[in-house]
Structure formats: structure tokens, C-alpha cells
T-cell receptor, first 114, second 113 residues
Framework: AQSVTQLGSHVSVSEGALVLLRCNYS??????LFWYVQYPNQGLQLLLK??????LVKGINGFEAEFKKSETSFHLTKPSAHMSDAAEYFC????????????FGKGTHLIIQP | KAGVTQTPRYLIKTRGQQVTLSCSPI?????VSWYQQTPGQGLQFLFE???????NKGNFPGRFSGRQFSNSRSEMNVSTLELGDSALYLC????????????FGEGSRLTVL
């Protein structure tokens, strides 16, 4: 079975500062990894995904994540935070094959300080 | 292209009642999955349907059930509601060729009193 751990339920950064949200996974086989974002009173939106191609994945809104197999990590970064980035971020894993549901981390609430 | 539509958005039920939630996927998406979101447990996978067949199911009791129709629309049902069933229920659809790339609706927020 696969699992995901997101370190830090809340992360606060200043506007313009680096954003780093941590995600570690556990999987017996090479996984598919994802970051989703949820704004208040909305569903989730896909930011980016890793599917065993390039280890550095670029997503929407300036976010990117790097797959590091040796560290079993898939941390999300953005060079310069914007107020509009304030939201809940979820890391997720699946083993693929089509029929597997996503296993989500508990989420990290990103707070942007003006 | 219209997004995933869930109805109703908000509903209040009492313990012991049952509830049916509806989801219309993005046009052309034949896979529909359901997730329960609560503050304590986070996002948990309920089940996935493809071509009217349940392909996978999460670790939920039998009170939680679903179905999919020939037009890919899906419903989920919760019978004998408990207080702990209060949650945001999210539906997601996907193109079957894109693993894990889910498109979520805004959810149905269920409150059980």
C-alpha cells in the first residue's frame, strides 16, 4: 500500500519569498505523484504530476516539484510567493494502472504574509 | 467545456436518514471517482466507476454505495446516516488515458444532525 506524508499542516511565508511544501511518499513500486491545490469552498485543481518522465516537473502558476527517489520525496516549490497562492495544498500518490484511487496527504495550508 | 457538476451543493440531514448525491462529469470523461473530505481524516477515496462498473473501492462501510449511468453521470448514496458522515463529498472525473489527473467538482457539503 502507498502513503503520503506532508510535513507541516501550516506554512507561512512572506509575499515574494520562496515557497517550499514538503511531501514524502511510501510505495513498493514506482509511483505516480501529484500536487493538487484547493481554494476555499472549491474542489481540487491539479498543479502538476510526475509520471516517471523528467524528475523536475513544472506546473501551473509558477510551481514546480522534483522527484527524488533516494529521498522518497516530491517537494513543491515556487521561487516567489504571491498573495493569490494562499490555499490548501495536497500531495497525492497512486500506483497507476487506472483503477487505483489517489492516496492524499493531510494537506498543507499555505499562508502568505503581506 | 463545462466542468464537473455536483448537486446539491449543501444539504442537512438527520441521523438515520439516507442521502443521494449526484455528479455530472466533464464531457467525454468516462471515469468518475468519489472522495470524502473531513478535517480529521482529510481526503479519503470512496470508489471509482468506469463504464457503469465499480473498479475500485476504498475502506468504507457498505452504507456507502454508488452507481454510474450510461451517460457517465454518477450518484453516490449513504444510508443510515451517522454524525461522522458529515463531510464534503467530492466527485472527480478523468480521461481514462491520464492516470491520476482528476478534475474535481466543488463538492456537496453534507451536515448530519
Amino acid at each position: 500500500a502507498q502513503s503520503v506524508t506532508q510535513l507541516g499542516s501550516h506554512v507561512s511565508v512572506s509575499e515574494g519569498a520562496l515557497v517550499l511544501l514538503r511531501c514524502n511518499y511510501s510505495s513498493s513500486v514506482p509511483p505516480y505523484l501529484f500536487w493538487y491545490v484547493q481554494y476555499p469552498n472549491q474542489g481540487l485543481q491539479l498543479l502538476l504530476k510526475y509520471t516517471s518522465a523528467a524528475t523536475l516537473v513544472k506546473g501551473i502558476n509558477g510551481f514546480e516539484a522534483e522527484f527524488k527517489k533516494s529521498e522518497t520525496s516530491f517537494h513543491l516549490t515556487k521561487p516567489s510567493a504571491h498573495m493569490s497562492d494562499a490555499a490548501e495544498y495536497f500531495c497525492a500518490v497512486t500506483l497507476g494502472g487506472g483503477a487505483d484511487g489517489l492516496t492524499f496527504g493531510k494537506g498543507t495550508h499555505l499562508i502568505i504574509q503581506p | 467545456k463545462a466542468g464537473v457538476t455536483q448537486t446539491p451543493r449543501y444539504l442537512i440531514k438527520t441521523r438515520g436518514q439516507q442521502v443521494t448525491l449526484s455528479c455530472s462529469p466533464i464531457s467525454g470523461h468516462r471515469s468518475v471517482s468519489w472522495y470524502q473530505q473531513t478535517p480529521g481524516q482529510g481526503l479519503q477515496f470512496l470508489f471509482e466507476y468506469f463504464s457503469e462498473t465499480q473498479r475500485n473501492k476504498g475502506n468504507f462501510p457498505g452504507r456507502f454505495s454508488g452507481r454510474q449511468f450510461s451517460n457517465s453521470r454518477s450518484e453516490m448514496n449513504v444510508s443510515t446516516l451517522e454524525l461522522g458522515d458529515s463531510a464534503l463529498y467530492l466527485c472527480a472525473s478523468r480521461d481514462i488515458s491520464n492516470t491520476g489527473e482528476l478534475f474535481f467538482g466543488e463538492g456537496s457539503r453534507l451536515t448530519v444532525l
